[in-house]
T-cell receptor, first 114, second 113 residues
Framework: KQEVTQIPAALSVPEGENLVLNCSFT??????LQWFRQDPGKGLTSLLL?????REQTSGRLNASLDKSSGRSTLYIAASQPGDSATYLC?????????????FGKGTLLTVNP | GAGVSQTPSNKVTEKGKYVELRCDPISGHTALYWYRQSLGQGPEFLIY????????DSGLPNDRFFAVRPEGSVSTLKIQRTERGDSAVYLC???????????FGSGTRLTVV
């Protein structure tokens, strides 16, 4: 059974700092990995999706990497801003017959202080 | 519509009551998913529809939970004899076809008192 772990559970940083969020998964047979952002009382917004054959994806100040063999992904946020404060969730889809199902970690609660 | 719409956004019900949660997917999306997110946890898979049929309901916690999608568009998640442990945010998502990228709704926050 796939399990996804996110470290740290919470992180507080001053504005302008670069930061890294970590995600690990137990089954390396994945179809893709996705990073989401969740604001309080809101749904999930997809930030980056990395296919199993890719090593990284970038969008603006965000960069996500994937090391499938070691079961790890990182989300790098450059020059953090107070508006980046949210919960960040990592999720994987397994390859094979259940490639429709996302398995999520518990998230990292990020606070960026002005 | 432009996005996935879930109603109501908040629902408070008494223990033992029956509730229905509604999801309107993006028009034309054939795949629809329900997830449940308890406080401090990531979302957990409940059920997946391809068209009108439930292709995978392995995540439903017990037989008090049931979901339908009779016309292959709107879906309703039904919970009978609600318990306090059912309190959570129920998220719906849809995708154009199975395996493609999801769009999530804003969720329904269910509180059982």
């Amino acid at each position: 059974k796939q399990e996804v772990t996110q470290i740290p559970a919470a992180l507080s940083v001053p504005e302008g700092e670069n930061l890294v969020l970590n995600c690990s998964f137990t089954d390396s047979a994945i179809y893709n990995l996705q990073w989401f952002r969740q604001d309080p009382g809101k749904g999930l917004t997809s930030l980056l999706l990395i296919q199993s054959s890719q090593r990284e994806q970038t969008s603006g100040r965000l960069n996500a990497s994937l090391d499938k063999s070691s079961g790890r992904s990182t989300l790098y946020i450059a020059a953090s801003q107070p508006g980046d404060s949210a919960t960040y969730l990592c999720a994987v889809k397994n390859s094979g017959g259940s490639n429709y199902k996302l398995t999520f970690g518990k998230g990292t609660l990020l606070t960026v202080n002005p | 519509g432009a996005g996935v719409s879930q109603t109501p956004s908040n629902k408070v019900t008494e223990k033992g009551k029956y509730v229905e949660l509604r999801c309107d997917p993006i028009s034309g999306h054939t795949a629809l998913y329900w997830y449940r997110q308890s406080l401090g946890q990531g979302p957990e898979f409940l059920i997946y529809f391809q068209g009108t049929g439930a292709a995978d309901d392995s995540g439903l916690p017990n037989d008090r939970f049931f979901a339908v999608r009779p016309e292959g568009s709107v879906s309703t998640l039904k919970i009978q004899r609600t318990e306090r442990g059912d309190s959570a945010v129920y998220l719906c998502a849809s995708s154009p076809r199975t395996g493609e990228v999801y769009t999530f709704g804003s969720g329904t926050r269910l509180t059982v008192v």
